[in-house]
């Protein structure tokens, strides 16, 4: 099976002079449940950047699809920027609108011209947004405004919004930072079952440990820009964990005690 994704000696060098990623190289296959980890200020943020070239790398090719990314300009990047979803921390919503609107902007990168600017959907369109809130649990808040949500319903909305894309590859950007525990867990929960129902790729951004382990095929461990480790779950040993943070896994559980780790944790 050929890669979705596939970095290649991947660079990213700031004006500042930081060296955000380092020679960073692997490969993405369809159905993949990642998770890329690290402390703050290790490259993760900027990794997932450059994969739609939310940023521009400063060595290396990141390839998409069959196509290199950075080669893409005007129509040509927009069609890759379409096969790929990207859901935020912040949300990324447009609070003046409804719920269904929001969703239903998945499918501007589809839409020319006039039909674009004023909004002219499709009714398979507005079907297939009405289902996805169904589907989120959210078809009773489909004409609220996005701004009356909770911090996790509005979550929902951005996945029901990314998925309108039908893309190939789903970036997460910390897409539970923000959230309580009840909420992060129905957040991931919809992410793991999304992606693997529709057969899409999904790297996700996280700081906590726990989650990482419990959702993810495969873990990425950055460590100043550089991938450390690049593995399954099971092979993420104590020994590695300190590798990847600088510290013991017990530093890095609420409290450091044996009776924490079961609590949330968080590797910020």
Not at 28 to 44: A, H, L, N, T, W
Not at 116 to 139: Q, T, V
Not at 182 to 188: E, G, P, V
Request: glycine content about 10%; proline content about 3%; aromatic content about 6%.
């Amino acid at each position: 099976m050929e890669p979705i994704l596939r970095f290649e000696h991947v660079a990213k060098e700031y004006p500042n002079g930081v060296h955000a990623l380092r020679d960073v190289s692997f490969e993405v296959k369809e159905g993949e449940f990642i998770s890329v980890i690290g402390p703050s200020g290790s490259g993760k943020s900027t990794l997932l950047r450059a994969i739609n070239r939310l940023i521009p790398i400063s060595g290396g090719r990141v390839i998409l699809d069959g196509r290199s990314v950075s080669d893409q300009k005007g129509r040509n990047l927009r069609a890759v920027r379409r096969e790929v979803g990207m859901i935020f921390q912040n949300y990324n919503l447009v609070y003046s609108l409804s719920v269904l609107q929001n969703v239903l902007h998945g499918r501007l990168g589809y839409m020319k011209g006039l039909r674009g600017i004023f909004g002219r959907y499709s009714e398979n369109d507005k079907k297939e947004a009405l289902a996805l809130l169904s589907e989120m649990g959210l078809e009773d808040f489909c004409c609220n405004r996005a701004s009356d949500l909770s911090g996790g319903q509005k979550q929902r909305v951005g996945i029901a919004r990314a998925i309108m894309q039908k893309p190939k590859l789903l970036l997460c950007d910390e897409p539970i930072a923000s959230l309580d525990p009840s909420s992060s867990k129905t957040i991931m929960d919809l992410l793991w079952s999304m992606t693997k129902r529709r057969g899409i790729a999904c790297i996700v951004n996280l700081h906590q440990l726990d989650v990482a382990l419990k959702y993810s095929t495969r873990i990425i461990g950055l460590s100043k820009g550089e991938i450390v480790f690049d593995g399954a779950p099971e092979r993420l040993d104590d020994t590695m964990i300190e590798e990847i943070y600088g510290t013991s896994r017990e530093n890095l559980m609420i409290g450091g005690t044996e009776d924490d780790k079961a609590d949330t944790v968080n590797c910020a």
